[in-house]
């Protein structure tokens, strides 16, 4: 098993990116997550990795932190969520949010996420739920995370709003978090949110 490489950043072309290790060059693919915090190509670089076999090919899948691999190793256990669904979830929201989604039971904003349809969405709420507790390492200690309590909904609903037309989850979670204040509606929520963003 192939859990972690340390490198040279070569080249990124999403969803792939090649690492060079002591002279090998490991292509690994990555959530867009990944690609958004990339250094530039020549730089050094740590990834967390999960390694594939199957029968047609051999695959390395690479991820920022432990919590995001963890994360990703249970979502492919999940029924009818392999790698590359699972590549696209964590593409489409980012892991905090993911597993705030899930501690919510907020199958609702799960939906949002491309890829994801209604019973995926269910089932990912319902089996995920035992296995979030057993995951190291878990969201609040990743940087710059919201949180989002059943209280906030206005706020929840700002942020999925933002994330629906079209901006990357850590991005809406900081334009609410700047503007959100207490008593706001979400359409509130959103309009602030929205010109802090256009600035």
């Given at each position: ?150 209280d906030?909904?206005?706020r ?40 802090n963003?256009?600035?």
């Open positions: 098993m192939i859990g972690q490489l340390r490198g040279t950043l070569l080249e990124k072309r999403p969803p792939v990116l090649l690492l060079d290790v002591n002279g090998v060059g490991y292509e690994v693919e990555a959530p867009m997550t990944v690609f958004y915090e990339l250094p530039e190509t020549g730089q050094p670089l740590t990834l967390h990795t999960h390694f594939v076999v199957r029968e047609d090919a051999q695959l390395l899948y690479g991820f920022s932190s432990r919590y995001e691999r963890e994360l990703f190793r249970a979502l492919i256990k999940v029924n009818g969520v392999g790698p590359k669904m699972g590549l696209a979830i964590l593409s489409g929201i980012e892991a905090d949010r993911l597993a705030q989604c899930i501690q919510d039971q907020d199958s609702g904003t799960l939906v949002k996420v491309p890829g994801i349809g209604k019973k995926t969405a269910e089932r990912l709420v319902i089996e995920m739920s035992d296995r979030m507790d057993k995951i190291d390492g878990g969201p609040a200690s990743l940087p710059g995370r919201l949180s989002l309590t059943p906030d909904d206005a929840s609903d700002a942020i999925a709003a933002l994330e629906a037309l079209g901006y990357r989850s850590k991005d809406a979670v900081a334009a609410v978090s700047k503007v959100a204040e207490e008593g706001a509606t979400s359409e509130q929520i959103i309009r602030m949110a929205l010109k963003l256009a600035r």
